[in-house]
């Protein structure tokens, strides 16, 4: 069973089960999913937070050409899971 974090956003809070990170360039990536079903939707947030914030801050990357290099990331990192 993987990691399950809670996001806190404008319409309340959302559960994460976290699958890989990996820190690229200085900067935290999750890659999460929204349940632990095989099928699930998966979703790669990076950390957005300021150095003297006490809580991390993650926001989901949407740049399509940023999603594509770090799915192929996680991808190696997690040989048994296919990213699409």
């Keep these: ?7 806190h956003t404008e319409d309340g809070e959302v ?13 935290n990536y999750l890659l999460v999913t929204d349940s632990e079903e095989e ?6 947030l990076q ?6 914030e006490t809580e991390a ?3 989901m990357v949407e ?10 990331v996680f991808a190696q990192l997690m ?3 296919e990213i699409i």
């Design 57 to 59: 801050v993650y926001e």
């Design 63 to 72: 740049e399509e050409e940023k999603l594509e290099a770090l799915s192929k």
């Design 15 to 27: 559960e994460f089960f976290v699958l890989e990170e990996t820190k690229i360039s200085g900067t």
């Design 79 to 81: 040989d048994d899971v």
């Design 39 to 44: 099928e699930a939707e998966c979703y790669i």
């Design 1 to 7: 069973m993987e990691e399950k974090i809670v996001f």
């Design 47 to 52: 950390e957005v937070s300021a150095k003297e």
